[in-house]
């Protein structure tokens, strides 16, 4: 009898607009540009750049 299993991952889940992971030192979160932070498109759906959240991971600061 085989045991069904499943995959456990610990990495955080990333949308295309992020460009860091969360807790990655030099990032920090920010309003989504193409949903302006609402989280749904303008057709109603949800934004595909942020996931739906509004939010997406940005690297701060430079030099």
Do not use: Q, W, Y
Not at 4 to 31: Q, R, V
Request: hydrophobic letters at 25%; aromatic letters at 0%; one cysteine or more.
């Amino acid at each position: 009898m085989t045991i069904p299993t499943e995959k456990i991952t610990t990495e955080p889940t990333l949308n295309p607009g992020d460009e860091a992971e969360p807790g990655t030192l030099g990032a920090a979160e920010d309003i989504c540009d193409a949903c302006s932070g609402k989280g749904k498109l303008a057709n109603g759906s949800a934004c595909t750049e942020c996931g739906g959240t509004g939010r997406v991971m940005r690297g701060i600061g430079g030099g």
